[in-house]
């Protein structure tokens, strides 16, 4: 058990709410009537979801409300409510110990919108998949009208939402920096990162009577209040100075980022806010952050103590019905049916993609499940689950095969500061074993009744190619004949600004998963990922990116666009034009070339679907341009065709049958992953 484990209060060590709670709910209650049937007057704490309420531990209400349930509390849910009154957000009356306010599984404006500002039309945590059923920015939304509701009860923010905008950050759909979350929706407190201890201790000191604000010690929090008496304020708010506040002080310090209307007006100052607060993420050494929002200080606690095994264990084993709320009747919900076969084994991921919200979110040390513990889960899955055919559709988790990795000495763990434990090599700290996953694996395939266990979860293949008895394991019994994988680009500038590995690890490892496959006597494909106009990309580089898919005959059927998250380090890059991996002062930062323009974005994108008839136009126009005019033309090493075919390269964006299909490799491509 390590260092940070042992100083944690464990989940189990609360006294109950009540003594006798008495039995779980069956699904926790959505309405008065399932409240009388329980035998409540009312509840003690009130969860509000922008997702439909799946009774499943894939789905970030659930696991809080089951684990406040068997904290001894009565939990009620309000899903999807309408926004436009108060009224209902009094649907089971007012709580006696707090809201738990969510966006849901989902950042609620990627949720609605595509990377081109577009809106979807569709929601996968909505019955039926219907669009609409939540407001813009969700979190605050609620907040204001369970405020208007009931103005006394205290409001505490979460998930994923909350998490990415805990301080000032950039608002890629409104392009200007807000201030923080906890701000904006006027709420008392706002967990970040996985809460569950978080929410443990917020709830059982609320309910003590405590006050909001006397919860100014709980890790993972962010609240307003003054810097406590006696700490030693470390300034990295003075962008004329290289001082950023990482020197170590004795006693109680605090690092205080530029305010948040300092990284309104001051771009260096909103990348230097942005190093510091992924500096200070390790739970082994980060301290409290302050940050000026006009006449108050935000303070941001350091992240929360990881769970151990043990209370991962017992998260995973609540009494979950496994299913959405009977009140959805026939509908389907979509993000129930694409996960509802499959099995989380692990949390975090100390890969530090800069794009990836994950690290903002979750944090880069794994959290593991027992052996025992998915193996439940899966008998579960096949004795409770209606419509199971013996196939676990994933078993992974952030990554596939990141279980049980972690730092081969938990004192340098504690001390390390680095943002990733792969880039730009793999730290020779790191245990990167895969014999855990293997003997997991080879249990899950015996359990009776499981006929086939599926790796979904994108693999991490530069971890991969140092266990090749994996990837033979993986491909013999985990393929159904595709695997996702990301190298995102194959030139290095783009690369060293996602903080990815070169695409010879990539060649490594399709070289491995082949002979395997040939091995094995299967045919199966790599389905890479790409992500276009990610900061720091040129043209030139997008060109070399389609040259190779070329080479390489892949042709990619759905791509995105970079988007900025909040808060991630790539972001930052976008929104500055400043590289926050290096030093950020006023006169001495690292320049980022960040694509903004509609119309580059475009061509970026276009390059990743060079194919496309409909693309040839723009990319004949931009080679030109680039002075490659010898890519243009029929031989097999050129890119795009003189000529244009009749009716095609008229309406961007009209589906077109693809040239020489039967030959080439498709797949779908996508660069934004928002952490499960």
Known sequence: MSTLALAA?????WPRHRAQPGKPAPFLPMSRAEMTALGWDACDIVL????????HPSFGMAII???????????????????????????????????GITGGNMDSMVNRYTADRRLRHDDAYTPDGGGGRRPDRCTIVYAQRCREAYKDVPIVLGGIEASLRRIAHYDYWSEKVRRSMLADAKADLLLYGNAERAVVEVAHRLAAGEAP????????????????????????????????GAGRHPGDTVIRLPACEQVEQDREAYARASRVLHRESNPGNARPLVQRHGDRDLWLNPPPIPLTTAEMDSVYDLPYARAPHPSYGDAKIPAWEMIKFSVTIMRGCFGGCTFCSITEHEGRIIQNRSEGSVLREIERIRDKTPGFTGVISDIGGPTANMYRMAC????????????SCVFPDICPNLNTSHDDLIRLYRKVREVKGVKRVMVASGV?????????????????????????????HTERGPLDKMMKPGIGAYDRFKQMFDAAAKEAGKKYYLIPYFIAAHPGTTDEDMMNLALWLKKNRYRADQVQTFLPSPMATAT???????????????????KVEAIKGLKQRRLHKAFLRYHDPDNWPI?????????????????????????????????????????GGDKMQRFTTKGLRMGK
């Open 408 to 419: 081969k000495d938990p004192k340098v763990e504690a001390l390390c500061r680095r943002p």
């Open 619 to 659: 990319l004949r126009e931009a080679l030109k341009q680039m002075g490659r005019a010898d890519l243009i033309g029929s031989r097999p090493e050129q890119l795009v065709p003189a000529h244009q075919p009749p009716g095609t390269g008229k309406a961007a964006g009209t589906r077109r049958p693809l040239r």
């Open 460 to 488: 991490r293949y530069d971890l991969a190619v140092q266990s090749p008895e994996y990837v033979k394991e993986l491909v013999t019994h985990h393929v159904g004949g595709y695997l996702k994988i990301a190298p995102e």
């Open 213 to 244: 604000r006397d919860l100014g010690s709980v890790r993972g929090t962010a609240l307003f209040r003054r810097v406590p008496d006696g700490y030693t304020e470390l300034h990295a708010d003075d962008l004329d100075s290289a001082d950023e």
């Open 48 to 55: 509000v979801t922008g997702d439909a309420y799946v009774d």
């Open 65 to 99: 409300g089951r684990l406040l349930e068997s904290q001894g509390f009565r939990v009620g849910i309000i899903a999807q409510p309408d926004w436009q009154s108060a009224e209902p957000f009094k649907a089971l009356g007012k709580p006696r110990v707090f809201f």
């Open 572 to 590: 930052a890059m976008y929104h500055t034009g400043v590289n926050p991996l290096r030093g950020v002062r006023h006169g001495g930062s690292d």
């Open 9 to 13: 209060k464990p989940l189990s060590s």
